[in-house]
């Protein structure tokens, strides 16, 4: 490096003489303050620099006719001071000058005209001009390809200088053109390790960054670290940015743990050479933090988006949107690790920055509506999520165009918070408005257009339209089975879903199927011991239950409790519900005592987890009332579905469904002991609820079916026969033939016929009910026992 205190002194020493020597205005004393100026320019000092030029052109002004090429230098002299200095409209004046001389007196090919011609062009790049940058540096260059040999390195930065432009207008493959013209001369002019060869490694690496070709970007990037590694000391800056871009790379490629590695060299070298509080070691911290990030490692990641964050407020401007960004990164971080309060502060001081700096309807500002309306949709505040993915909204709809992605994702959002609400009708407009762009804007197997279908889906779901959430779901299903790998765990999701659906639409053995298949790529890809195993079982068991195969029911409920006993606390409630599952089978088959124990288990946790009256002990307490009853003991049977009622009076809107089954359950119980009037209440206390409210058909005739046994035994034949034949037309309308649900109604008109002294009619239906339970129920069981003593009596009366 030049000794610039004594190459000063000299310049110094040559002007006094030439001072003493030289009339004032003569051209020698012109050339002394350039000389000056120069040195002024090297050591930075551009106010002086520019002092020297003009004591210079002064001279040179009224020495030298108007158009000599003195004077254009001089002119470019100065205007190279004023660029330097950041006044670009004097830079641009004085350059414009030079350019006049220079342009009307060298020849076109002069070399002068070359640089000055780059001298412009960076200007301009330097100020964003790309297109008169080009012009200019394209000039330049067409000079030199004429006036200098194919491989001069000033023909190199020409080419480079062209491609930087390029870059910068986002023309990559144009880019990569100049790049490779001005790297092929320095790989053929300069050492393989000289420095100028990595920075044309490096260039190339860019490019190929930016057009998304990571491979081929990380092959010249490690030839350019590969150069620095050597001519560069360990502890070097540039070798700190080489470490960095390799580590955006591999980030980019998604392989985290080497991009982890190559940001945290590049840190150890900025942390080493940087002070403290210097925002490229900001930058470092927020790197390594977003990769902790895209590993899910959200504690991780917010240390080091807080460390970037401290030196951030320490380094900038209050106001400053880099300090907005980083509110950003740290309330994100908050919201992944679900602590919504420190999100939402987080969030707000970020959009508060944004609000003043930018426009009102700038997009940056429409993410952070969105962003604090997610904090309010995750902590069930809806009112409040509508208004923030409005607001959101209403600047997206503005500033994009109308088929935009982000414009779909703010319909959907918003279409998210009015399911939520159970707006269903709203919440399906939104769904659709997000589906009618993601059809237009992505390819016909994208994942977000199956993502779409099942949000379309699960509001015709939760409307119980099951065919046209079915329908919507498959559609979804459809994508997933082209782009999903057979194994895959959204797959399963998939499958389970559809399965759902069936097994809503009583289509049991398609639900089944379903099931099965969600099963077996669960029993693949998971542990033994894993809930989700559990779930899948018990989900097959609940399909052979309302098939009425019993067995196999019960196999798979106790196959889903093993797992759960295993995997859950002993309190859990996913436990209390496969007792629950356990003991209804028993209650099924007849086991009586085994179904009483699996009630009891779940009635033993409940009691540990909730208070009395807790809606969640009424379906238990009715349980144990369903096993009683079956068991004949009426009064214990009565007490436990009082609870039961009882708490859902207390825990239920008036004319909930709920309740409906509860009073026809009592109304049963009081038949069964002779209470006819206290039965018909509540019979009738139950259809005044199902008659008016949407509810089962199946718990109607339920109903229907009891309200016959009342009258029948109150021997009121017409009515009950009436009521039995619209429990039976629901219940063929509803129900599989061989359902036994159907075998109590042909049992129970059988008891009518019979009293009635119709005997054929009698027999026929009796016949029916045994031929049902014979091939549902075990040989054992009450119902069949029932039936057959029923026939015997028929038998003698005929």
Not at 263 to 284: G, M
Not at 445 to 474: R, W
Not at 514 to 535: D, G
Request: charged residues 20%; glycine residues 4%; proline residues 4%.
């Amino acid at each position: 490096m030049g000794d610039f205190s004594k190459a000063f002194e000299f310049y110094e020493t040559a002007h006094k003489s030439i001072e003493k020597n030289l009339h004032v205005n003569q051209s020698g004393l012109a050339a002394s303050y350039s000389n000056i100026a120069g040195m002024h320019h090297d050591m930075n000092n551009y106010p002086k620099a520019l002092e020297f030029y003009e004591k210079a052109y002064k001279i040179w002004e009224m020495t030298l006719p108007s158009n000599h090429p003195d004077l254009a230098l001089s002119y470019n002299n100065i205007a190279g001071m004023y660029h330097k200095m950041g006044d670009f409209s004097k830079a641009t004046e004085f350059f414009e000058k030079a350019q006049q001389i220079w342009e009307t007196t060298l020849p076109q090919n002069h070399p002068s005209l070359a640089i000055f011609y780059h001298n412009i062009g960076v200007m301009n790049y330097n100020t964003n001009h790309y297109s008169k940058a080009l012009q200019f540096f394209e000039k330049a260059l067409k000079i030199k390809e004429i006036v200098l040999p194919s491989n001069h390195l000033d023909l190199a930065t020409s080419c480079s200088n062209i491609a930087q432009v390029y870059y910068n207008m986002n023309d990559y493959s144009k880019a990569l053109e100049f790049y490779e013209k001005a790297h092929k001369i320095t790989e053929t002019t300069l050492p393989s390790n000289h420095l100028d060869l990595a920075t044309s490694y490096n260039n190339i690496g860019a490019v190929y960054y930016n057009r998304g070709n990571y491979s081929t970007s990380l092959e010249f990037l490690r030839k350019a670290h590969k150069i620095k590694e050597i001519a560069l000391p360990c502890n070097h800056l540039d070798l700190a940015l080489s470490y960095n871009n390799i580590g955006g790379v591999y980030y980019n490629m998604r392989d985290y743990i080497k991009a982890l590695e190559f940001f945290e060299k590049a840190h150890t070298i900025w942390k080493t050479a940087l002070s403290p509080n210097h925002p490229d070691l900001a930058t470092s911290y927020c790197n390594i933090g977003q990769v902790y990030d895209n590993m899910d490692d959200y504690s991780k990641a917010l240390e080091f988006y807080e460390k970037g964050h401290k030196i951030k407020e320490i380094a900038l401007s209050s106001n400053h949107p880099d300090l907005a960004l980083s509110y950003y990164n740290n309330g994100r971080m908050y919201y992944n690790m679900d602590d919504h309060s420190k999100a939402l502060e987080f969030y707000g001081k970020a959009h508060q920055i944004w609000e003043t700096g930018l426009p009102s309807n700038h997009p940056d500002l429409a993410t952070s509506y969105n962003n604090i309306g997610a904090v309010y949709y995750n902590r069930g505040n809806y009112l409040k999520a509508i208004e923030f993915f409005e607001k959101a909204h209403q600047i997206w709809e503005t500033a994009l165009p109308p088929n935009h992605p982000d414009l779909a994702l703010s319909y959907n959002n918003i279409a998210g918070v009015y399911g939520n609400m159970s707006d269903h009708s709203k919440a399906l407009e939104f769904f659709e408005k997000a589906h009618k762009i993601w059809e237009t804007a992505l390819p016909p197997n994208h994942p977000d257009l199956a993502t779409s279908y099942c949000n379309i889906g699960q509001v015709y779901d939760n409307m119980d339209n099951y065919s046209k959430a079915l329908e919507f779901y498959e559609k979804a299903h459809k994508i997933k089975e082209i782009v999903l790998s057979s194994n895959h765990p959204d797959l399963a999701l998939s499958y389970y879903i559809n399965g759902r659906m069936y097994y809503k639409m009583d289509d049991y053995s398609k639900a089944l199927e379903f099931y099965e298949k969600t099963h077996q790529i669960w029993k693949t890809a998971l542990p033994s011991n894993h809930p989700n195993l559990a779930t899948s079982y018990n989900n097959i068991g609940q399909v052979y239950y309302n098939m009425l195969d019993y067995t196999k029911a019960l196999e798979f409920f106790e196959k889903a409790h093993k797992i759960w006993e295993t995997a859950l606390s002993p309190n859990h409630p996913d436990l209390v519900t496969s007792y629950k599952n356990i003991g209804t089978v028993y209650n099924c088959i007849g086991d009586y005592q085994a179904a009483l124990k699996a009630v009891q288990n779940a009635l033993e946790i409940q009691q540990k987890t909730f208070q009395e009256g807790n809606r969640a002990f009424a379906s238990t307490y009715s349980l144990f009332g369903g096993v009683y009853r079956s068991m004949k003991d009426y009064s214990k049977a009565l007490l436990n579905l009082e609870k039961s009622v009882t708490i859902l009076q207390q825990t239920l809107p008036e004319n909930h469904p709920d309740k409906a089954v509860g009073y026809n359950a009592l109304g049963d119980v009081h038949r069964l002991m002779g209470d006819y009037q206290k039965a018909l209440t509540f019979h009738q206390k139950a259809l005044n609820i199902q008659e008016n409210v949407q509810c089962n058909p199946l718990q109607c005739a339920t109903t229907y079916t009891n309200l016959g046994e009342t009258y029948r035994e109150m021997e009121d034949y017409s009515t009950a026969l009436s009521y039995f034949q619209k429990g039976l037309e629901i219940r063929e309308r509803k129900l599989p033939k061989s359902h036994p649900d159907l075998a109590v109604v042909f049992h129970n008109m059988a008891k009518l016929y019979l009293s009635t002294r119709q005997y054929n009619m009698a027999m026929k239906n009796v016949q029916q009910a045994i031929e049902i339970a014979q091939e549902k129920l075990p040989s054992t069981h009450p119902h069949l026992v029932e039936y057959k003593e029923t026939y015997e009596k028929l038998q003698k009366e005929l």
